[in-house]
């Protein structure tokens, strides 16, 4: 007799069913991971995409909390990297260009003058080889080859992306990439969360808490000067319970909003630590994020212009939801005070980011 799907939820499980080809007819999978309090997380081979994160409320129920589709196809053009793995750099890169070793590397424009998220056709827009590596937690291992030269960037580079949902409602994230050439690397998870849910409104309301005194300075453009600036009297201190809609029009930019790396505050070893908190007071939701990387970029969806319809055939508006990416600093390559980005051949690079579910 076939489980019942509360019993197979209880039991923590990993299933997996076709979702779709790509416009050159390469078969999509869809991975659901669910955990034995019944929490479940679907991730899809195109892009390593988050597609649904079903979290419970303060009474228990469920309802999904990151923004995205319900088929395939709207991700092949949508242009918000809903919840997709991004690589080999995520966040900008000033004028699409970076030097290493002495040489300069010349990168396709896709944002203005700069770079953003790996280029044209990133991490993102790549199927993923999927492999389950346990049922009870449940875990799903990404692969993907990115081969020398592709978006101009050095040297292959063998990445995996690891997903484990854990029975204490953790989403963990585990990153490892080699090269066989000198090249940089920044990866980063690009979800966008509401914790009323997907659809359900603007996230002005969502009070946040950042473990961060200091920010990266940005230009129009949002490429950082360089400078590592402190918080401390600005609209960019979030190191207390505030909401998000509260210092908004003080932070500016053009569509309003954040759009910011966070330094994190660590010690002398950087190590995996809580980097920020958000809370939806009517749900109850709370989201803890911890990371071993040295920055944090948050985002509050201020591109999302009502355009784009999602789960639901609900309208995604501006400040619809929040993104907090995990990742060393933007521009970094172009930035020696900045933390190194680069890879060398014989050095593995590791980080783990976990998103962490649960009620106040």
């Not at 963990?172 to 080699?178: E, H, L, M, V, W």
């Amino acid at each position: 007799m076939p489980k019942s799907q509360a019993q197979t939820a209880k039991a923590g499980a990993v299933t997996a069913k076709p979702f779709g080809k790509t416009p050159a007819g390469k078969s999509i999978q869809l991975y659901t991971l669910t955990n034995r309090e019944g929490m479940h997380a679907a991730i899809a081979t195109y892009g390593g995409t988050v597609v649904n994160l079903f979290a419970p409320d303060r009474t228990g129920r469920l309802g999904d909390v990151v923004l995205g589709f319900n088929t395939v196809e709207p991700y092949f053009s949508h242009k918000a990297y809903f919840g997709a793995i991004i690589g080999r750099f995520a966040n900008r890169i000033a004028k699409c260009r970076f030097t290493l070793d002495g040489k300069t590397y010349q990168l396709a424009k896709n944002s203005g003058p700069n770079s953003l998220h790996g280029g044209l056709k990133g991490f993102d827009k790549q199927v993923w080889t999927a492999e389950v590596l346990s049922q009870s937690p449940p875990s799903v291992r990404f692969s993907h080859l990115s081969t020398d030269g592709e978006e101009n960037f050095p040297g292959n580079v063998k990445v995996t992306v690891t997903y484990t949902l854990t029975d204490s409602n953790e989403l963990r994230i585990q990153y490892a990439a080699q090269t066989d050439k000198p090249t940089i690397l920044n990866l980063t998870s690009h979800s966008y969360f509401n914790l009323a849910g997907a659809g359900n409104g603007s996230i002005l309301g969502h009070l946040i808490k950042m473990r961060a005194s200091h920010f990266t300075p940005v230009d129009k453009r949002l490429i950082p000067t360089g400078e590592i600036k402190a918080v401390a009297g600005t609209p960019m201190d979030l190191r207390k319970w505030t909401p998000i809609g509260a210092k908004l029009q003080a932070v500016g930019g053009s569509p309003v909003g954040y759009d910011h790396n966070y330094v994190l505050d660590h010690g002398p070893v950087i190590r995996l630590r809580l980097a920020a908190e958000v809370w939806e007071p009517k749900s109850g939701r709370l989201l803890k994020v911890y990371t071993d990387q040295p920055g944090i970029q948050l985002y509050t969806g201020n591109s999302l212009d009502g355009a784009i319809r999602g789960k639901g055939r609900k309208a995604y508006n501006r400040h619809d939801a929040f993104c907090l990416e995990t990742q060393h600093f933007p521009d970094s390559p172009n930035h020696p005070g900045f933390p190194s980005t680069v890879l060398r051949p014989g050095a593995i690079s590791r980080s783990t980011t976990v998103y962490k579910f649960g009620n106040r």
